[in-house]
């Protein structure tokens, strides 16, 4: 299972060959993105990256929509958990 978070696209740049790369914020985090598989994307955009790749375009509802699932399952993470059951070893 992979959890992905949308990220902003600050800048744009073409390397040798042709290579388009973004750096992308993630909020905690600035990243480089491959753009060969979303040509369409530009400063401003929020991304999804995945193995350095940049693989889907999402609008900014959508975008903000994620992170605040994010932010909300960090949230729970981050609340102390009831204490497990002690196994009594009986079934």
Do not use: W, Y
């Not at 790369?21 to 401003?44: C, I, Y």
């Not at 981050?78 to 070893?89: C, D, L, R």
């Amino acid at each position: 299972m992979c959890l992905t978070i949308p990220g902003r696209v600050l800048k744009i740049q073409e390397r040798e060959g042709g290579t388009r790369m973004a750096e992308v914020d993630f909020g905690v985090a600035l990243r480089s993105a491959n753009l060969v598989f979303t040509p369409e994307v530009r400063v401003g955009d929020f991304i999804i990256v995945q193995a350095g790749f940049a693989t889907r375009r999402l609008d900014e509802e959508e975008a903000r929509e994620a992170l605040a699932h994010h932010a909300a399952l960090a949230e729970r993470a981050a609340e102390p958990s009831p204490p497990s059951p002690v196994p009594t070893g009986r079934a």
